[in-house]
């Protein structure tokens, strides 16, 4: 029997989880339908300790201890079933304690770096991060007590986990990430976006705006749902069946090359992130600002709020599709065909197996008679995404939404909770070998051929099903497979009854370039006055071993060198 589901979604959190559990609760009785789950798109900042508040990704003078902890330590828990991708602005040493995911409280999840969970029948994909051209084909270089550029760069999203997303054959429903899909603005109301956010209109006309890396997995992925957060703006599109978003392929992301010349000294936020300053900017002539003079903490904080009027730039762009998305989208309409592959998702398709012959050198050329090599693509004929961009957590602001979504019977069975995904998992295990842990460029390894369409570095299906057979025998002998609920407090607190305002000293006042005042500050982002208070006892350790990658890693049969190392 269809189960329809109410999915919540949040743009950008900022460490606001009271506020943001409150509006859903108050929508959730407004409208008597019970939401089913929640999923925020970065910027989530789940801050245990003065540690995790040194290693966050933002100007000092911003730094505020929240109210996370509190769910951490168990003494609030969240009323509705909670997923986030990481963004620009985490505790990095936090995330990378849970690289493949887990839970950071009790009811509310991380997906990792990159990642695929099923909820309810549902099948949603996750990447961290956004993308900045001077990290994205590095490995995971940054090391305790990641100071300077690291803090940043740590948030910054790499080719291996676009390598790893790519590997993925059978449909998703969802796909969350913090960054947009570079040129998703076009398939929109671009115009109306423009009104809004005035300082976009040269990275719209550069085909700039977004990340190439997300780009580059829609146009592989095609889920029904794409949710993104980052430029705190609403904004709706339709990217269809037939439309092509990038078409550069695997190397058309740049560049391959080690040039730090540009990399920042220090870390620091990224572009429009605003952190709720108010007021108007004190602006002279407009169009002399220019954000690329600024730090990336210091262009975030010279969002200009006010409308800015000026002659409008002739675009050559398309005419905007939906300007709001349907409120229910049922996937039951999709009915499976001869071709059809066993699908783990909530979507049965007709999953069209591409045959690719393989490039090989021509003194190793196969004989005629050997089979082909094929490769699946997790597209469902027909089928549109539906992208949803949502702002921060503020008033006035437009920054959650409750979408319904119909699962067919076949994969509505079972208990609402989060499972593991059987392929993600076999593709973990062909590509946990390879994790970069330096400063060199990723380069996809010799088996994962370059397909002729657009020369994607793919594992051969052939690949992926020996993995996934190994996934079905050891870790899904009895049917499906429940994140099991193990999570353990690995790192200190505050004492109880610590304001959110707390800084621990951190929240130094450096400097007045950007615009507004400092969150803490009266009237700044958070509207309560900054508190020094020091932290007491002895100063939390970097990175915590965390028993749940552990057990992750004893039942995918993978190592997680990345934490070996850090420790």
């Known amino acids: 029997m269809p189960r329809t589901l109410n999915i919540a979604i949040e743009g950008c959190c900022h460490g606001m989880l009271d506020n943001i559990y409150s509006q859903l609760l108050t929508r959730q009785k407004q409208t008597n339908k019970k939401i089913d789950l929640l999923i925020i798109c970065g910027d989530f900042q789940a801050i245990r300790n003065v540690t995790d508040l040194g290693c966050m990704s933002c100007p000092d003078k911003y730094k505020q201890i929240g109210g996370f902890y509190r769910y ?39 997906m990792g770096n990159s990642g695929v969970l099923k909820f309810g029948g549902l099948r949603i994909g996750g990447i961290s991060g956004i993308f900045k051209d001077f990290d994205y084909a590095k490995g995971y270089y940054e090391r305790p007590p990641f100071r300077g550029h690291s803090r940043s760069s740590m948030h910054h999203a790499r080719s291996y986990e676009a390598f790893k997303m790519l590997q993925i054959r059978q449909p998703l429903d969802i796909v969350v990430s913090h960054d947009w899909p570079q040129n998703i603005e076009r398939y929109g109301d671009t115009d109306g976006l423009l009104k809004k956010k005035p300082f976009f209109e040269k990275e719209v006309e550069r085909g700039e705006l977004g990340s190439p890396l997300n780009a580059l997995l829609l146009e592989r992925l095609r889920p029904a749902w794409w949710f993104s957060a980052h430029l705190h703006v609403r904004f709706t599109a339709s990217f269809g069946p037939q439309e092509s978003i990038f078409t550069q392929g695997w190397k058309g992301i740049p560049p ?65 599709k939906h300007d709001i998305l349907p409120a229910l989208i049922d996937i039951t309409d999709q009915e499976p065909t001869s071709e059809t592959r066993e699908c783990t998702g909530a979507v049965t398709s007709d999953l069209k197996q591409e045959e690719h012959s393989i490039q090989t050198d021509s003194t190793n050329i196969e004989p005629a008679t050997t089979n082909p090599v094929s490769y699946s693509t997790p597209r469902v004929s027909g089928r549109a995404t539906n992208f949803l961009a949502l702002d921060k957590c503020l008033p006035k602001r437009q920054f959650l939404e409750v979408i319904e979504i119909k699962v067919p019977g076949s994969a509505a069975d079972g208990e609402l909770k989060l499972e593991y995904d059987p392929e993600w998992l076999a593709i973990l295990r062909l590509c946990n070998p390879y994790l970069p842990l330096d400063e060199s460029p990723f380069v996809p390894p010799a088996q994962a051929q370059a397909c002729e369409a657009n020369q994607l570095p793919l594992f051969s299906d052939e690949q992926v099903d020996r993995e996934l057979e190994w996934v079905t025998k050891n870790v899904f002998r009895n049917g499906r497979v429940y994140v099991p609920s193990n999570f353990v407090p690995v790192a200190p607190v505050p004492p109880p009854g610590t304001p959110d305002s707390v800084s621990f000293g951190l929240a130094r006042n450096d400097g007045n370039r950007g615009r507004g005042r400092g969150r803490g500050q009266r009237g700044g982002y958070g509207h309560n006055q900054r508190n020094d208070a020091p932290w007491t006892g002895p100063r939390p350790y970097f990175i915590n071993a965390n028993p749940q990658t552990d057990d992750f890693c004893k039942m995918v049969g993978i190592i997680d060198p990345l934490t070996q190392l850090l420790r």
């Open 72 to 110: 951490y330590t168990g003494e609030r828990v969240a009323p509705v079933p909670t997923i986030f991708v990481g963004g620009n602005h985490e505790a990095g040493n936090h995330s990378r304690e849970l690289y493949y995911g887990g839970w950071v409280a009790p009811n509310i999840y991380f």
């Open 256 to 320: 391959y090359e080690q040039d730090l010349s540009n990399v920042p000294a220090s870390g620091g936020l990224d572009a429009n992130q605003t952190d709720g300053m108010s007021g108007t900017a004190q602006i002279g002539n407009v169009d002399e600002i220019v954000m690329s003079s600024l730090s990336d903490e210091e262009a975030d904080l010279a969002e200009p709020e006010l409308e800015i009027k000026r002659p409008r730039m002739e675009l050559n762009l398309p005419p905007p």
